[in-house]
């Protein structure tokens, strides 16, 4: 279980990074970014940044470049905001847990869609049931 320090120092290195690459931050190849969490490690010497994009793939190489090109101006940015002892080294990751967030969602998505065109037909097939008995009934009459 992560201490308060460290759960405090997390979201303080989200803000500032997060507030970096709207406000500060000029590079073209991190537009798009969303900081989703921050891990940082018990001796508080490492943090691990997690970041999504919607943009595919080849667009999150393009934006882990870009945060690696930037991590030193982003660890000085931290180190202001924080008071400790070491000034965590800042690791990018691609959140992982996002990207299955979406495919998940994606996939219910598609299989509500099917339900509803089976129920759809069901309603139809239920319907000529109807009518062939009610043709039954008008028969015996």
């Not at 709207?22 to 691990?48: F, N, Y």
């Amino acid at each position: 279980m992560a201490s308060r320090r460290t759960l405090k120092a997390a979201e303080a290195i989200r803000e500032v990074v997060a507030m970096a690459l709207l406000t500060d931050i000029k590079d073209p190849r991190v537009v798009g970014a969303t900081i989703t969490k921050v891990e940082v490690s018990g001796d508080m010497r490492q943090a691990k940044v997690f970041f999504m994009t919607r943009e595919g793939e080849t667009k999150e190489r393009l934006i882990l470049q870009g945060l690696r090109s930037a991590a030193g101006y982003l660890q000085q940015k931290c180190a202001r905001r924080i008071d400790t002892r070491y000034t965590p080294t800042l690791l990018f990751e691609v959140d992982e847990g996002m990207k299955n967030l979406v495919a998940v969602t994606e996939i219910l998505a598609e299989q509500r869609q099917k339900d509803s065109s089976v129920e759809e037909v069901d309603e139809e097939l239920e319907d000529d049931e109807l009518d062939d008995d009610e043709q039954e009934v008008a028969e015996d009459e």
